[in-house]
């Protein structure tokens, strides 16, 4: 099992701000993704890197921007913060093909 | 556009009977299945995989099975327990270098 950490579990904040959300393993692991995911809906791939400095948009189109400066760091940031940004983030990554995920940031833009 | 999916968004057992959770996918490309298990304020757990070239794989309590021909997978729980009261996804992988592709999730409710 990989060992993959975000922060923060929780987010409330106005809209207009700047958020980062973090997200480390500690695994080595090449490969990161960010989802979001609606309560009990299905995860909607966001961004994904396979390696340093390497990032892609997803599936789904998001206003956020990530970075991949190193292997094991993959933060999300959203330069202004909208209501319809309110979701659950989850993170990612793996070395094969199973991907391991964190726990997590419930972010809610007031 | 092509995605992965669940049949049903609810299951209600109790607590001991056989659990059955369904998916069906679309694409006949993706080569290989992930069973998921997310309980509430938590990430996804991985539960147990399988390959395109198999048609049953059993774990602990678990056991998925794959019918190529209609495009399905399942994934049975024995005994179910009030701990295996979650949501679960099924993904699948389209080939090497792509992210898993999830469907939308069937919540599992255990009584005791």
């Known amino acids: 099992e990989a060992d993959i950490y975000q922060t923060p579990r929780y987010l409330v904040i106005g809209t207009g701000k700047k958020i980062t959300l973090e997200c480390s393993q500690t695994?080595?692991?090449?490969?990161m993704y960010w989802y979001q995911q609606d309560p009990g809906m299905e995860l909607h791939l966001i961004h994904y890197?396979?390696?340093?400095?390497?990032?892609e948009k997803g599936d789904l189109s998001s206003e956020s921007t990530v970075s991949r400066i190193r292997t094991e760091h993959f933060p999300l940031t959203l330069e202004s913060a909208r209501p319809s940004h309110t979701s659950q983030y989850l993170c990612?990554?793996?070395?094969?093909?199973?991907?391991?995920f964190g726990q997590g940031t419930r972010l809610t833009v007031v | 556009g092509e995605s992965v999916g669940l049949h049903l968004p609810t299951l209600s057992v109790q607590e001991g009977d056989n659990s059955i959770i369904n998916c069906a996918y679309s694409?006949?490309?993706?080569?290989?299945f992930i069973w998921y298990k997310q309980e509430s304020g938590k990430g996804p757990q991985f539960i147990i995989d399988?390959?395109?070239?198999?048609d049953k794989r059993q774990g602990q309590r678990v056991t998925v099975l794959l019918n190529k021909t209609v495009k399905h997978l399942s994934l049975q729980i024995a005994a179910t327990q009030p701990g295996d009261s979650a949501v679960y996804f099924c993904?699948?992988?389209?080939?090497?270098?792509?992210?898993?592709?999830f469907g939308k999730g069937t919540t599992l409710s255990v009584s005791s």
């Open positions: 695994m080595g692991h090449d490969k």
């Open positions: 399988i390959r395109s070239n198999m």
């Open positions: 694409n006949s490309a993706s080569d290989y």
């Open positions: 990612a990554s793996s070395e094969l093909l199973i991907e391991f």
């Open positions: 890197s396979y390696g340093v400095n390497s990032t």
């Open positions: 993904a699948e992988n389209r080939g090497a270098g792509t992210a898993l592709i």
